[in-house]
């Protein structure tokens, strides 16, 4: 990944090497970077960091600050305060640490920036899962960045437009609500899809052969996934696209006994999380869609 012909414009040390930090690092050596040290603390890391990074020396958090011009800290977000206070008596004037959090601006690395370094917050709206996959995914993502002032803010940029993404600036203190907005649209719609497949399957295969199917380690597509994932992914485009216009079904044909035969229907699956998981939602969608109060009212209490 790393073009002899192109000289390298920063060392680049990852810590860690877990998905994120991963792909960050095989996108910085593609955009010509210098992926020079590697933190990867787990036997998984370990394994992953020779695989799609090796060209990096692997190392201690020391070896890895030592060698870098620019850290890219991908570590939890539960874990990022206590790495910022252990990089600060390492870190250099001038040095340039990013960290991946979504939830977090650069106030968290106050300790680094005392120091001298230039803190920047670089969270790439992207879901990773550690296959050949997420480098073309990250490149084509957008990128939440946050800088203490204009020239953080353009050397975030200039970062991200590298890698192929779109960065967009974040406020300090709307953090939280940009990553709760990501969480929610994507980590809870695996909550939602996973609750509408049982569903579908048990339709299909009655109660007990979906019971027999539950047993089975999760992973297969069946006829649940391939009938509901078209149809899924077109309302993905469709509400992208139109906003809440795109809605279709029984809310917004303000069909009520409809609704309240879906709602008797899930609670045979004995799952009080299903049934409450559609109502709010279907409530959701009928704020939305502007019906009238006591039609969203009723689905709430029916």
Avoid: W
Avoid at 158 to 175: C, F, N, S
Avoid at 176 to 181: D, F, P, S, V
Wanted: hydrophobic share 50%; with cysteine; glycine share 8%.
């Amino acid at each position: 990944m790393n073009a002899p012909t192109t000289a390298p414009r920063l060392k680049v040390g990852i810590v860690s090497a877990g998905r994120v930090g991963t792909a960050l690092g095989e996108a910085l050596a593609a955009a010509r970077h210098d992926v020079v040290a590697v933190h990867a603390p787990s036997a998984a890391a370990q394994e992953r960091a020779a695989h799609r990074l090796p060209f990096a020396r692997p190392g201690t958090v020391p070896d890895v600050v030592a060698a870098a011009e620019l850290i890219v800290l991908a570590v939890p977000d539960t874990e990022l305060a206590a790495v910022a206070d252990q990089l600060a008596p390492l870190v250099r004037p001038g040095q340039i640490v990013a960290h991946t959090a979504g939830a977090h601006g650069v106030q968290i690395l106050a300790p680094l920036t005392r120091a001298g370094a230039l803190a920047l917050a670089i969270h790439p709206a992207m879901t990773f899962v550690g296959s050949a996959e997420d480098l073309p995914r990250l490149t084509e993502s957008c990128f939440g960045i946050t800088a203490a002032d204009e020239v953080g803010e353009a050397v975030a940029a200039a970062l991200v437009l590298e890698l192929g993404g779109t960065p967009v600036r974040i406020a300090e203190d709307q953090r939280t609500l940009y990553h709760a907005a990501l969480a929610h649209g994507a980590n809870n719609l695996i909550a939602l899809i996973t609750d509408a497949v049982t569903a579908l399957q048990t339709a299909i295969d009655g109660a007990d052969g979906a019971a027999d199917r539950a047993t089975v380690d999760g992973g297969a597509t069946g006829l649940g996934e391939q009938i509901l994932g078209p149809l899924v992914r077109a309302s993905l485009e469709n509400v992208l696209a139109l906003g809440p216009a795109a809605l279709t079904g029984p809310v917004a044909r303000r069909d009520l006994p409809t609704v309240q035969r879906h709602l008797s229907a899930l609670a045979a699956l004995h799952d009080p999380g299903v049934v409450r998981g559609y109502r709010t939602l279907a409530a959701r969608a009928a704020t939305q869609s502007n019906a009238p109060a006591r039609f969203r009212d009723t689905i709430e209490v029916s």
